[in-house]
């Protein structure tokens, strides 16, 4: 069963992977990209998927759009040809919503192959998109590996 669990989720994603990655806000973070400053608001992704699993819609309006820097999260999948990764809270494996963390600058796509399932992460990005299947997208500005 949790094998079969398991496969349904990597082909969902696999359908869905023009999708989802997200966050939540308090405080901010900044970073500088090419030409002007991002300021990036702090958002943990277990905040940022218990608020999806309560009202999608609410959470679409509160996140779509933004920058965040998504905090607490471990890598769930790593796409074989670099596209994109996801991230889940820790222990929630088998959720089928996640956020897929998509790879436009060609930089951050060697730093996915340093990724390694289960390990944590942080991750700075756009929110592009809200669903309730899937759940976040973002466009990946920064990857880092916290110290543990």
Known sequence: MKKLLVA????????????????????KSS?????????????DIGVLM?????????ASKSYKGKDVK??????????ADGKYFNIKPAG???????????LKDEKLKDEVVKLKKGAPVVVYGHIDDV??????????????LPQQ
């Open 50 to 58: 218990s608020e999806l699993k309560d009202n999608a819609a609410a």
């Open 8 to 27: 349904m989720t990597l082909a969902l994603v696999a359908i869905f992977a023009v999708a989802g990655c997200g966050g939540s806000s308090s405080s």
């Open 31 to 43: 970073t500088s990209s090419s030409s002007k400053e991002v300021t990036y608001a702090d958002a």
């Open 70 to 79: 998504v905090m607490n999260g471990v890598v769930s999948n790593i796409d």
């Open 131 to 144: 669903g309730e299947i899937v759940g976040y997208s973002l466009n990946t500005k920064k990857i880092e």
């Open 92 to 102: 929630n494996e088998y959720e089928l919503q996640s956020m897929q963390c998509f």
